[in-house]
């Protein structure tokens, strides 16, 4: 099993971004997919997460600026981020827990810098 988060970057206050992370291993239509976050200095916190049948929670600092996705075809979740603000700098990482199971696994980080 493998989990590829791409789409990071340097971006303004106000900007966005879409982070993409590619599954691969057979797990991805039976998992409940997340995103998380490092800040450095900070705990790892969840973002976002979407289930197998598409219910969605966010954090509340995301809501409303941040939508979680997934296409169970490409097995690929998404994030497109809007109205990015400095504190959503962080590395960015994904997470598949597969269902009825203790199977967790994780993404190796993208970084999302947005300056003011």
């Known amino acids: 099993v493998q989990l590829q988060a791409s789409g990071g970057g340097l971006v303004q206050a106000g900007g966005s971004l879409r982070l993409s992370c590619a599954v691969s291993g057979g797990i991805f239509s039976i998992s409940r997919m997340g995103w998380y976050r490092q800040a450095p200095g900070k705990q790892r916190e969840l973002v976002a997460a979407i289930s197998t049948g598409g219910t969605t929670n966010y954090a509340d600092s995301v809501k409303g600026r941040f939508t979680i996705s997934r296409d169970n075809a490409k097995n690929t979740m998404y994030l497109q981020m809007s109205s990015l603000k400095p504190e959503d700098t962080a590395v960015y990482y994904c997470?598949?827990?597969?269902?009825?199971?203790?199977?967790?696994?994780w993404g190796q980080g993208t970084l999302v810098t947005v300056s003011s």
């Open positions: 997470n598949a827990m597969v269902i009825l199971s203790d199977a967790n696994f």
